[in-house]
């Protein structure tokens, strides 16, 4: 995860590279209100791409955990764009499920209790 936040901040399309596994999956969840893929992406140089279109956007990531998983949240202007729940296996990132839907985001940063 580390390494994932450090390239997306620094913009190092390589170091990026580096972790992900060559077949990666991306999904997106734009809920029909932002852009989002609307077919899962597989392979490293398509996963690399719409990545790279995040870190030429300005964005920044910092670490958190979506559903007990590690994800990123992504912010621009100091409001959050996505968070990308990420899964990784043997030290490479397998899995990236990325949400842009504005609804879902905006109950991102509070938490929600659960009970039996």
């Known amino acids: 995860m580390e390494a994932f936040q450090r390239a997306v901040d620094t913009g190092d399309l390589q170091g990026l590279l580096d972790i992900l596994a060559p077949d990666v999956v991306f999904l997106g969840d734009g809920g029909g209100v932002v852009q989002a893929a609307l077919e899962p992406v597989v392979g490293i140089g398509d996963v690399a791409h719409v990545l790279g279109r995040f870190v030429a956007s300005g964005v920044s990531a910092e670490?958190?955990?979506?559903?007990?998983?590690?994800?990123?949240?992504?912010r621009l202007d100091g409001g959050?764009?996505?968070v990308v729940a990420v899964r990784i296996d043997d030290g490479f990132?397998?899995?990236?499920?990325?949400?842009r839907n504005p609804d879902k985001l905006s109950r991102v940063?509070?938490?929600t209790p659960v009970s039996r």
């Not at 670490?63 to 992504?74: C, E, K, W």
């Not at 397998?94 to 949400?99: D, E, I, K, P």
Request: glycine share 8%.
């Open 109 to 111: 940063e509070r938490e």
């Open 93 to 99: 990132v397998t899995g990236l499920y990325a949400v």
């Open 63 to 74: 670490p958190t955990r979506v559903n007990g998983a590690p994800a990123l949240t992504f």
């Open 80 to 82: 959050i764009v996505a």
